[in-house]
C-alpha cells in the first residue's frame, strides 16, 4: 500500500511540472519566461571596507614582520624567507612573530596586545601558514 502512494504521488508530481512547464507565460519585454534574482547578502554590511595598505616602494633599508602561525612548517618557511630577503637586501630588518595559539587575535588578551604592538612597529608583515 504504501509503495502504491508513493507511486501515485510521484506520478501526481510529474504530471504537475509537465503540466506547469507546458504553460506558457509571457512578460512585458515580450520574452517567455522571467527570473528574479537574489543577492544573498545583506543590505548593509556593519564593517566598512577598506582598501588594501599601500605597497613599498622597495624593502631596503625596511623593518620586515616575519609571522608564523602554529603550524609545524611555519618557522622554516619564515626561516628560509628571512634567508633570501637578507641576500637581496642586505640593510633588511626583520622580526619573527611566532604564534602558537591558533587565532591571536581572539583567544588570549595578552598575545593579542603583544601582536598589536608588534606589527605597528613593521614597515610590512609577511605571514606564513605552515601547512
Not at 28 to 38: H, I
Not at 64 to 83: C, D, H, M, S, T
Not at 117 to 127: H, L, N, P, R, S
Request: aromatic content about 10%; hydrophobic content about 45%; glycine content about 4%.
Amino acid at each position: 500500500m504504501l509503495r502504491f502512494i508513493s507511486i501515485l504521488a510521484i506520478a501526481v508530481f510529474i504530471s504537475m511540472v509537465t503540466f506547469s512547464c507546458s504553460q506558457k507565460t509571457s512578460v512585458k519585454d515580450g520574452s517567455e519566461y522571467q527570473y528574479e534574482v537574489l543577492s544573498p547578502w545583506a543590505e548593509v554590511d556593519a564593517i566598512p571596507l577598506r582598501g588594501i595598505s599601500p605597497r613599498l616602494d622597495s624593502l631596503s633599508g625596511k623593518k620586515i614582520g616575519l609571522f608564523a602561525n602554529f603550524k609545524r612548517a611555519a618557522r622554516p618557511i619564515q626561516a628560509e624567507v628571512e634567508r633570501r630577503l637578507k641576500e637581496r637586501f642586505p640593510d633588511i630588518e626583520t622580526s619573527l612573530f611566532d604564534s602558537r595559539l591558533p587565532n591571536v587575535t581572539e583567544t588570549e588578551t595578552v598575545n593579542k596586545e603583544k601582536f598589536t604592538a608588534w606589527a605597528k612597529e613593521m614597515d610590512a608583515v609577511i605571514a606564513a601558514v605552515g601547512d
